[in-house]
């Protein structure tokens, strides 16, 4: 059974080529996101054992994606192909710097997903389950299954980390910010982006946000602040973890992988610094190129990735 699990909703990305909004004769690429799918592919790419929970249309988009997980040897054992609803998609369009979001994910397979779905002795028997605010905001049934999942972590043992991932188009922000504040006390780590982070509590510090975070229960909080690297806030102490520098194209998918890589650090034993700066260090490769997948490193380059933030982080002190 993988030792790492996740679940929700995975999408198929159709990501523009060029810049100019959509027009006739336009070129997408195709790929694949949804964050806990990234997540699940990240894992793996960063050598750990990682299986994922979900339902998928019977149709070539749901196809696609088993055909990724298996690839990326991914256990989907227990996707559901779900015959009567479609496989979600979206798109990325680009005017310039700017990137605009657009889902076609209402009514999709995943949206149906159920605590039926949620084998208790994955949860039980995996190191960690990571869950996601955007799979408690596609359905009601979705959402009773991460509160169900999160149960049998805690009774088993199991590290729960979670991701607000807050999403304003797919619920009003005050049940945003109930549920995902009550979600967070029922959890292991919380990892909200600082934006997120100042949706949830209202405070704009991120070591002010950070022991909001703590207050409401999460033995630990990590605020992720891109290119400002990362601040990991316990009751003992904060760190701040810095990132490395690069010229950033495309945000999709890097807090997804600093998710996993920080996941898979915490399994392996190390220090939560450390797995924070090996999260920071994978993330940063994700920003320069396009799409959520397509740019998630493999472990040996996260290795290097790390090397390099360790040896700038050192010129850079005093």
């Given at each position: 059974?993988?030792?790492?699990?996740s679940?929700?909703?995975p999408?198929?990305?159709?990501?523009?080529?060029?810049?100019g909004?959509?027009?006739?004769g336009a070129?997408?690429?195709?790929?694949?996101?949804?964050?806990s799918?990234?997540f699940?592919?990240?894992?793996?790419r960063l050598?750990?054992?990682a299986?994922y929970l979900?339902?998928?249309?019977?149709?070539?988009?749901?196809r696609?994606?088993?055909?990724?997980?298996?690839?990326?040897?991914?256990?989907?054992?227990?996707?559901?192909?779900?015959p009567?609803h479609?496989?979600?998609v979206?798109f990325?369009?680009?005017d310039?710097?700017?990137?605009e979001?657009?889902?076609?994910?209402?009514?999709?397979?995943?949206?149906?997903?159920t605590?039926?779905?949620?084998?208790?002795?994955?949860?039980?028997?995996?190191r960690?389950?990571?869950?996601?605010?955007?799979?408690?905001?596609i359905?009601?049934?979705?959402?009773d299954?991460?509160?169900?999942?999160?149960d049998?972590?805690?009774?088993?043992g199991?590290t729960?980390?979670?991701d607000?991932?807050i999403r304003?188009q797919?619920?009003?922000?005050?049940?945003?910010?109930?549920?995902?504040?009550?979600?967070?006390g029922?959890?292991?780590?919380?990892?909200?982006?600082?934006?997120e982070?100042r949706?949830?509590?209202?405070?704009e510090?991120?070591?002010d946000?950070?022991?909001?975070l703590?207050?409401?229960?999460?033995?630990?909080a990590?605020l992720?602040?891109?290119?400002?690297?990362?601040?990991?806030a316990?009751?003992?102490?904060?760190?701040?973890?810095?990132?490395?520098?690069?010229?950033a194209?495309?945000?999709?998918?890097a807090?997804?992988?600093f998710n996993?890589?920080?996941?898979?650090?915490?399994?392996?034993?190390r220090a939560?610094?450390?797995?924070?700066r090996?999260a920071?260090a994978?993330?940063?490769?994700?920003?320069?190129?396009?799409?959520?997948v397509?740019?998630?490193?493999?472990?040996?380059?996260?290795?290097r990735?790390?090397?390099?933030?360790?040896?700038a982080?050192?010129?850079?002190?005093?």
């Amino acid at each position: 059974m993988p030792e790492i699990v996740s679940f929700g909703e995975p999408l198929v990305e159709f990501n523009a080529e060029s810049v100019g909004g959509p027009r006739p004769g336009a070129l997408y690429s195709t790929g694949f996101g949804g964050d806990s799918s990234n997540f699940a592919v990240a894992v793996s790419r960063l050598g750990g054992d990682a299986g994922y929970l979900s339902r998928v249309g019977d149709d070539g988009f749901g196809r696609m994606l088993l055909e990724l997980w298996k690839t990326e040897g991914v256990d989907a054992g227990h996707v559901v192909v779900d015959p009567g609803h479609p496989t979600g998609v979206y798109f990325i369009l680009r005017d310039g710097t700017t990137a605009e979001f657009v889902y076609r994910r209402c009514g999709s397979a995943a949206a149906q997903l159920t605590p039926d779905d949620v084998p208790p002795d994955w949860i039980e028997n995996a190191r960690l389950l990571h869950v996601t605010g955007i799979t408690q905001a596609i359905g009601r049934g979705s959402c009773d299954a991460v509160f169900q999942a999160i149960d049998v972590a805690r009774a088993a043992g199991t590290t729960v980390t979670y991701d607000p991932n807050i999403r304003p188009q797919l619920w009003p922000l005050h049940e945003a910010r109930a549920v995902t504040r009550y979600t967070a006390g029922m959890c292991d780590v919380v990892m909200p982006n600082l934006e997120e982070g100042r949706l949830l509590t209202g405070r704009e510090d991120p070591h002010d946000i950070a022991d909001e975070l703590l207050e409401l229960g999460a033995p630990m909080a990590v605020l992720k602040m891109g290119s400002a690297g990362a601040v990991v806030a316990t009751a003992r102490e904060h760190v701040r973890v810095p990132a490395l520098q690069v010229r950033a194209t495309d945000p999709t998918g890097a807090g997804d992988t600093f998710n996993a890589a920080f996941a898979v650090a915490l399994v392996e034993g190390r220090a939560v610094a450390d797995a924070a700066r090996f999260a920071s260090a994978a993330a940063s490769h994700v920003v320069q190129g396009l799409g959520a997948v397509n740019q998630i490193p493999r472990r040996r380059l996260a290795d290097r990735l790390l090397g390099e933030l360790t040896a700038a982080d050192a010129r850079a002190e005093p």
